[in-house]
């Protein structure tokens, strides 16, 4: 017995290797991961690629066009536009990554309890979802706001309720089928406990969709960030953060100083585009009936 | 079917009564009531006997519990009461604003439907072409899209496009006209919400046109037409598309109900008096009557939207039977 399995040949790949192959089946997700790296270096470390100060007003030079000196221009108080993207890229991508972890794993665990139990707890799981689903989510983040006041984590916990529901729909689902699977029968006649079997025989099981959901989670939650901010109910000035850039001075200044609206709302479309590039080649590398798609 | 609608119906009351008591306690954990909105306006302190007053006439003296039985009671036999701040019946300011809001989110679907099922139809049967890989990205890049940096991109060519064709900046109304008052005025107005709506509307239902369609072709049946030499056009519209729609619509009508969203941060872009900037000024002037009638208005479409979907999947698809 042990001759023949020292005979088959390991097949295993190096972290490497298996970027190499995602990279060439996969080139448009390979470009989206490559813009998510860069915003999230260029959140990790604004402090030393930023040029100026976010925050530093410059009135001897308000509303001036890219040059050498601003390469992306300045605001209406003299900021430099790409400083405050560079910043911004950090408060978009700590609500972004925040909610849609908190959100997707709490979704998660709701989904897959949903699933195991079944019955009754499902029946009203299922019906407090339904009620979060249908509320409207800018009403649910005007409220927040009015209750505790605007502020990122406010903020994280406007965009994070929503997510939920959505995540608890797509796992229970996945999580239905393995209900029925028997080593599931077995870990039950085990004697295991409900929150063993959950989490170490279930849970593992609706990783790969729950992993695709949350890239997509990510991108989402940027996009909910950069709506609420321009509403004036997200982010606070001076906090540099994409939608607040694009509140009040952009339109006021669309005609004379368009790339106050152009570049903060580029930095919003390209990185979530990145991200939502990325997850698309993730679920298609994951699923093997997406591959020929 | 009948049972099924009837059964549907019923499951959806705990879902209206649970949003209606989450938006009752959410309006109330608010630090501050509608009365100190209106005394407290012009700034300085307001006295406890005035604002006894305004409490007792709004109604707002009573328990809680009373409050919550009194509204769920109205919204029971359609008794949505007056508002709080202008004094005025809901109905009547939600029935004021609602055409330009619903107008919008008409053509949105429109222009959404328009150009997304033909995409994405052309995307799955030229699969992994250059086309397909244009409708992709296209679609990919509508979804990343802030819609109401869309808004602005829109108004700024706008203000150029007629800056230099005219000579001076033009820009639409924004006070509404029906579209039999002036349909030129009227087009004005909402044609560009629509489309700036409508554009992530459409990737959305792209996409989803897209994969279902490459489902549905790799079916048997499709094969089996294919083999006894059906006209191809006659196997995409009459055996593919109408298989591929079920999650389609689906898509369609869940997105036709998540408008409202889109509704709020777009009319404050192009500075239109519609049902979502109704929906902000509600909640901030602590309006709890109008409020919470624009958030169950919300919910009741939501799951009207879910039935109607689900008794379309049954007429699309007629191995789906409803027990």
């Known amino acids: 017995m042990t001759a023949v399995t020292d005979d088959l040949p390991v097949r295993r790949r190096s972290w490497l290797a298996a970027s190499l192959r995602f990279a060439r089946r996969q080139p448009l997700g390979t470009f989206g991961l490559v813009i998510v790296v860069i915003a999230a270096i260029a959140g990790l470390s604004a402090e030393w690629i930023a040029p100026y100060s976010p925050t530093a007003n ?37 609500i972004g990554f925040v909610s849609a972890f908190v959100g997707g794993f709490l979704g998660l665990v709701l989904g897959v309890a949903s699933a195991y139990f079944g019955g009754w707890i499902d029946d009203v799981l299922q019906r407090v979802m339904d009620i979060l689903m249908a509320f409207p989510l800018i009403i649910m983040a005007l409220a927040v706001v009015a209750i505790f006041g605007t502020g990122v984590q406010n903020v994280i916990a406007a965009i994070t309720v929503p997510l939920v529901p959505r995540c608890a729909r797509v796992v229970r689902s996945s999580a239905l089928s393995i209900r029925e699977v028997p080593y599931i029968d077995a870990a039950r006649t085990s004697g295991f406990s409900h929150a063993r079997i959950i989490l170490r025989h279930m849970v593992p099981n609706v ?83 997406m591959r020929e798609r | 079917m009948h049972r099924y609608i009837l059964n549907r119906l019923l499951l959806s009351i705990p879902t209206l009564i649970g949003a209606a008591a989450l938006v009752f306690l959410l309006m109330r954990l608010i630090p501050g009531d509608i009365c100190m909105v209106r005394l407290g306006g012009s700034g300085g302190t307001v006295s406890a006997s005035a604002l006894a007053a305004c409490h007792a006439q709004i109604g707002l003296e009573r328990s809680l519990p009373l409050q919550f039985l009194d509204f769920i009671g109205g919204f029971a036999i359609g008794d949505f009461g007056t508002s709080m701040w202008s004094g005025k019946p809901v109905v009547q300011e939600i029935a004021s604003r609602l055409p330009v809001s619903l107008e919008i989110a008409l053509l949105a679907t429109i222009v959404a439907v328009a150009i997304a099922i033909p995409l994405g139809t052309i995307s799955a049967l030229k699969q992994n072409s250059w086309l397909d890989h244009v409708v992709r990205t296209v679609a990919i890049a509508g979804i990343a899209t802030p819609s109401f940096w869309l808004g602005i991109l829109s108004i700024l060519i706008v203000l150029d496009v007629s800056h230099y064709l005219l000579g001076s900046p033009w820009m639409p109304s924004i006070d509404y006209v029906p579209l039999w008052d002036d349909p030129w005025g009227n087009l004005s107005i909402v044609i560009l919400p629509a489309i700036t709506i409508g554009y992530r509307y459409s990737a959305v239902t792209m996409r989803m046109t897209r994969s279902a369609m490459l489902e549905v072709l790799r079916e048997d049946y499709i094969r089996t037409a294919r083999a006894k030499g059906l006209v191809e056009q006659l196997i995409i519209n009459r055996h593919a598309l109408k298989n591929a729609m079920l999650p389609v619509v689906t898509l369609i009508g869940m997105e036709f109900a998540f408008l409202i969203g889109g509704l709020v941060v777009t009319e404050q872009v192009f500075n239109l008096n519609g049902i979502g900037r109704l929906f902000v000024l509600a909640v901030q002037n602590q309006d709890y009557t109008l409020t919470q009638a624009l958030v169950m208005l919300t919910v009741a479409v939501f799951v009207v939207t879910n039935l109607v979907v689900d008794v379309l999947y049954a007429w699309l698809d007629p191995r789906i039977r409803f027990g």
Not at chain 1, 58 to 83: C, N, V, Y
């Open chain 1, 207 to 289: 990783v790969a969709p729950f992993l695709i959901m949350l890239t997509a989670f990510v991108g989402q939650a940027i996009l909910a960030e950069a709506s609420l901010s321009y509403l004036g109910l997200g982010v606070q000035e001076p906090t540099p953060a994409w939608g607040l850039m694009l509140q009040g001075g952009a339109e006021e200044y669309a005609s004379t100083a368009p790339w106050i609206a152009i570049f903060p709302g580029l930095a919003i479309a390209l990185t979530v585009f990145g991200f939502s590039l990325f997850g698309d080649a993730l679920r298609d590398a994951i699923d093997p009936k």
């Open chain 1, 58 to 94: 410059d009135f001897a030079a308000m509303t001036e066009p890219p040059s050498a000196a601003h390469w992306l221009g300045t605001d209406q108080f003299g900021r430099d536009l790409l400083s405050r993207i560079v910043y911004g890229a950090r408060t978009a991508l700590i």
